[in-house]
C-alpha cells in the first residue's frame, strides 16, 4: 500500500540554520502531497500542499517541491526561529481508497530550534 | 471560536473501563475523522464518516465504536480500555471527502492514559 517515510528526528538547529527535512513516498498513481505541523499541545495544521509533479507548495518561509523522479517531498527553510520547534510530518492523499479523504502521514519528525 | 473542539483534553483511567471522547466541528464540513498518535508520534487513521455515514474503518478492535448523531459531531466510545489504548486521539474535519487536496482541520487532541 501507499506509505510515507521521513527522516529520523530530532532534528536540533541554532536559529537563522538553514533547514530540510526528507520526506519519500510510495504511492499508486499520483497522490497529492502535504506537510502539516503541530506544535506543542496543539493538533496538527496544514502548512503546505502540492496536487502535482513539479508543484511547489510555500507558506510561512517553508517550501516543498513534488519530485516525481525521485519521489520526494523534501520540507526547507532557508532561515528558521525558535517558534518554528515543533513536529512536521508529512502526508499523501490516498486516492486507491476512493476519494475518501484519507490522509497517510509519514512518522513525523521533532525540529529544535535554539537560540 | 475553535473550529473543531475534543473533550475532555485529558482522560486518565483504568483497565476495563469504558469511556467516550467527544468531538464537534462549527465549520459545517461534511466529513469527520479520528486519528490515533501513538508514543512515537505516528499518526493513523481510525474511522471517517461523511454525512454520518461510516466511509473509512480501519482494522480497528470493534471495542473502538464511532457515533456520529449529525455531521457536526463525531464522538469516540471505547469499551473495555487496554494498556495499549493509551494514545493521543485527535478528531479531524475537511469540508468533502470528494477531493484528494482536501486540507483537514485537526482538533487540539485528547491525550488517554489507561493504568
Known amino acids: 500500500g501507499d506509505s510515507v517515510t521521513q527522516m529520523e528526528g530530532p532534528v536540533t538547529l541554532s536559529e537563522e540554520a538553514f533547514l530540510t527535512i526528507n520526506c519519500t513516498y510510495t504511492?499508486?498513481?499520483?497522490?497529492?502531497l502535504f506537510w502539516y505541523v503541530q506544535y506543542p499541545g496543539e493538533g496538527l495544521q496544514l502548512l503546505l500542499k502540492?496536487?502535482?509533479?513539479?508543484d511547489k507548495g510555500s507558506n510561512k518561509g517553508f517550501e516543498a517541491t513534488y519530485r516525481k523522479e525521485t519521489t520526494s517531498f523534501h520540507l526547507e527553510k532557508g532561515s528558521v526561529q525558535v517558534s518554528d520547534s515543533a513536529v512536521y510530518f508529512c502526508?499523501?492523499?490516498?486516492?486507491?481508497?476512493?476519494?475518501?479523504?484519507?490522509?497517510?502521514f509519514g512518522q513525523g519528525t521533532t525540529l529544535q530550534v535554539k537560540p | 471560536d475553535t473550529a473543531v473542539s475534543q473533550t475532555p483534553k485529558y482522560l486518565v483511567t483504568q483497565m476495563g473501563n469504558d469511556k467516550s471522547i467527544k468531538c464537534e466541528q462549527n465549520?459545517?464540513?461534511?466529513?469527520m475523522y479520528w486519528y490515533k498518535q501513538d508514543s512515537k508520534k505516528f499518526l493513523k487513521i481510525m474511522f471517517s464518516?461523511?454525512?454520518?455515514?461510516?466511509?473509512i474503518n480501519e482494522t480497528v478492535p470493534n471495542r473502538f465504536s464511532p457515533k456520529s448523531p449529525d455531521k457536526a459531531h463525531l464522538n469516540l466510545h471505547i469499551n473495555s480500555l487496554e494498556l495499549g489504548d493509551s494514545a493521543v486521539y485527535f478528531c479531524?474535519?475537511?469540508?468533502?471527502?470528494?477531493?484528494?487536496?482536501?486540507?483537514?482541520?485537526f482538533g487540539s487532541g485528547t491525550q488517554l492514559s489507561v493504568l
Open positions: 502540492a496536487t502535482k509533479a513539479d
Open positions: 479531524a474535519s475537511s469540508q468533502d471527502r470528494s477531493s484528494t487536496n482536501e486540507k483537514l482541520f
Open positions: 504511492a499508486t498513481g499520483y497522490p497529492s
Open positions: 465549520l459545517g464540513h461534511d466529513t
Open positions: 464518516y461523511n454525512n454520518k455515514e461510516l466511509i
Open positions: 502526508a499523501l492523499s490516498d486516492r486507491g481508497s476512493g476519494n475518501t479523504g484519507k490522509l497517510i
